[in-house]
T-cell receptor
Framework: ETGVTQSPTHLIKTRGQQVTLRCSSQ?????VSWYQQALGQGPQFIFQYYREEENGRGNFPPRFSGLQFPNYSSELNVNALELDDSALYLC??????????????FGQGTRLTVV | AQSVTQPDIHITVSEGASLELRCNYS??????LFWYVQSPGQGLQLLLKYFSGDTLVQGIKGFEAEFKRSQSSFNLRKPSVHWSDAAEYFC????????????FGTGTRLTVIP
């Protein structure tokens, strides 16, 4: 039990729709990172939020966007869904933004299926 | 650019047998290295990490890993596998472009047979 919770656990959307995924970070953590894990692949970094500001972004298009709230919970929004967006979306919370200096604790993920 | 290679997509071992999962990396400097485990339907859990110093690193659940600079490897080992070790295992290192995120390998799926 990491203290990082994600909702919903499963979601089915239609191509072209928009989706919002949520992450509640571990108490005291000020950083949330989002990863996409396609079937049979390792997680790929989408972006990171540190103290409510975007603090690094991976190779994902602008239709992937996010927010971090004052309580450090976070949302991942995906617009204009494509079939290839089907994946497990993981969030990780940490105290501090640099992976060498802090441990990231992962939630159980949200399984998104786009049909 | 960095890379992480896990050559074995799937490994099957008998319960009680020893285990070694391979990880090879490419990185511009001495890397920080991590091993994570993902049990079915779960998120990732950190098993162990190497930052510097002793090249043999002990982790949770009886796992250990050895950093070998000459071979660019960071293999994960366990002397006696339990059925509960069946999971997906990922090797990772910091992304050289920013070091704010992890760069993961494609994973090795471990099956444990009685």
């Amino acid at each position: 039990e990491t203290g990082v919770t994600q909702s919903p656990t499963h979601l089915i959307k239609t191509r072209g729709q928009q989706v919002t995924l949520r992450c509640s970070s571990q108490s005291g953590h000020n950083t949330v990172s989002w990863y996409q894990q396609a079937l049979g692949q390792g997680p790929q970094f989408i972006f990171q939020y540190y103290r409510e500001e975007e603090n690094g972004r991976g190779n994902f298009p602008p239709r992937f966007s996010g927010l971090q709230f004052p309580n450090y919970s976070s949302e991942l929004n995906v617009n204009a869904l494509e079939l290839d967006d089907s994946a497990l979306y993981l969030c990780a919370s940490s105290l501090g933004s640099r992976v060498m200096n802090t441990e990231a604790f992962f939630g159980q993920g949200t399984r998104l299926t786009v049909v | 650019a960095q890379s992480v290679t896990q050559p074995d997509i799937h490994i099957t071992v008998s319960e009680g047998a020893s285990l070694e999962l391979r990880c090879n990396y490419s990185y511009g400097a001495t890397p920080y290295l991590f091993w994570y485990v993902q049990s079915p339907g779960q998120g990732l859990q950190l098993l162990l990490k190497y930052f510097s110093g002793d090249t043999l690193v002990q982790g949770i659940k009886g796992f250990e890993a050895e950093f070998k600079r000459s071979q660019s490897s960071f293999n994960l080992r366990k002397p006696s596998v339990h059925w509960s070790d069946a999971a997906e295992y990922f090797c990772a290192l910091p992304d050289q472009t920013g070091a704010n995120n992890l760069f993961f390998g494609t994973g090795t799926r471990l099956t444990v047979i009685p």
